[in-house]
């Protein structure tokens, strides 16, 4: 890769790319405003809004989108009739999670063996840095051939669907010839990768009421209903005695064709505990790229500590399902509920509330931008060639994009490989990647533009 002028360029500006990092990483840009203060975000937006000023961007706009979120969109303007491009990523984060288990501060840039920690690192505000990486490096190199604009986006990790429903609204503002999404990850460092696939997702809450009020387990456990009790039945009934998703009426036979994920390697990346098994049925491709998912991220019950002997009146959970792409969120949202309510035991009252959605969507890699991609990933990755993958995780925006502009090309890679661990403590970024992905980019630009 030396031997190339854009990658000389790149690895030439990455003591820059640390330092804006290390600027964007401080932002504590949760679009939670409820527990995060609103100006952090706005704060990231406006260091967005000056990069691309600075970059000769125009057009450049904050957009204040419907769900109370800001996104930034900016247009650089290309040669006479080039093809435009659009690149996303989005600068809000994950909360921190427990701040006691960071080796360093989450909002803090911290380099340490190889890799920099610190939240949003890869998952996005990475993304960002690499964009404007790539500019820079075509920049220097002949200058950028395509009409680019770029949407950093506010509120993706809330699933709100703020810039989705803005570029409804909007339907001139992004449209592209190509769209490349930032918001990926190789399948492992140094194995140049495309997602091809994301999986949707559809989020649900179920209560269960079965008396008044609490009760004297003593008095009358044994015949009054327990509605926790009743709640854990009916979440048990999600799962097949393998740990496969069950819910009735949803198809969980499907088969991933592409890179193969080795169990071994599965396990170390999710660091699954030694003698634990792996649940599901199938390659771990299929389980995680190809099938749905359940999963029940939190229950409302009285903690252990100052518990009282007492069944329970009520009882709520919130669950996630992982939609497998050619599968319709709204009617999978509708066979949960249906199950839910279905398996809910003795009577109990039981409600059922959608909270989030996101549609699944599927790459068409048959497309000319996919042979730029390769193309440009053998020269950055040399020796290796482009993989493709899927994501158990959803872009939402990803199906909005397709369907405002169904001639448009999509194309997902970025920064988010196993070791980096998003959306858990201890977030990280190989700066190695950074540097190879974004001559990537610029490469895959020059390509596009040629082709």
């Not at 952090?40 to 204040?64: C, M, N, P």
């Not at 998952?123 to 395509?146: I, S």
């Not at 066979?335 to 509330?353: F, I, K, N, S």
């Amino acid at each position: 890769m030396s031997s190339n002028p854009v990658a000389e360029t790149v690895a030439s500006l990455m003591p820059r790319a640390k330092e804006e990092l290390t600027e964007l990483v401080a932002f504590k840009s949760v679009a939670d405003f409820d527990q995060f203060a609103r100006s952090e975000s706005e704060g990231a937006a406006r260091w967005i809004t000056d990069a691309l000023h600075a970059e000769g961007f125009q057009d450049v706009a904050v957009l204040d989108t419907p769900d109370g979120t800001q996104s930034v969109y900016g247009f650089l303007p290309g040669p006479e009739g080039a093809k435009t491009v659009l690149l996303y990523a989005h600068y809000d984060v994950q909360p921190p999670l427990d701040e006691a288990g960071w080796t360093t501060p989450p909002f803090e840039l911290v380099e340490r063996d190889g890799r920099w920690y610190g939240r949003g690192s890869a998952d996005c505000k990475g993304g960002v840095v690499m964009h404007l990486l790539a500019l820079r490096a075509l920049k220097a190199n002949g200058g950028v051939p395509v009409h680019v604009k770029v949407i950093v986006e506010g509120s993706e990790e809330q699933g709100t669907g703020g810039l989705e429903r803005y570029a409804e609204q909007h339907p001139d503002l992004l449209t592209a010839d190509a769209i490349v999404i930032g918001d990926s990850g190789n399948f492992r460092v140094g194995l140049p990768t495309v997602t091809s696939t994301l999986r949707g997702m559809t989020l649900v809450q179920v209560a269960i009421d079965t008396l008044e009020g609490n009760l004297h387990s003593g008095q009358f456990g044994g015949a009054a209903p327990d509605a926790l009790a009743a709640l854990i039945r009916v979440l048990d009934s999600l799962r097949a005695e393998d740990g496969s998703t069950a819910v009735d009426g949803l198809s969980s036979e499907a088969h991933w064709e592409g890179v193969e994920y080795a169990p071994e390697q599965f396990r170390a990346d999710a660091k699954v505990l030694d003698g634990v098994e792996l649940i599901g049925s199938g390659s771990v491709a299929d389980r995680i790229w190809a099938r749905p998912a359940v999963t029940v991220l939190g229950i409302d019950c009285p903690p252990v500590v100052g518990a009282t002997p007492s069944v329970q009146a009520s009882a709520r959970a919130l669950v996630s399902l992982r939609v497998a792409p050619g599968t319709d969120a709204a009617e999978a949202t509708k066979l949960l509920q249906t199950h839910l309510e279905a398996h809910t035991p003795w009577g109990a009252r039981v409600r059922t509330v959608q909270v989030g959605q996101g549609q699944a969507f599927r790459a068409d890699t048959s497309s000319p931008a996919y042979a730029a991609m390769a193309e440009a990933m053998a020269v950055a990755y040399p020796g290796e060639e482009m993989q493709y993958a899927g994501q158990g995780g959803s872009i939402p925006l990803c199906n909005t994009l397709a369907s405002l502009y169904p001639q448009a090309e999509i194309l997902l890679i970025g920064l988010s490989e196993p070791e980096a661990q998003i959306h858990a403590v201890n977030e990280s970024v190989s700066p190695e990647e950074l540097e190879r992905l974004s001559v990537t980019e610029a490469l895959f630009l020059r390509n596009y533009a040629a082709g």
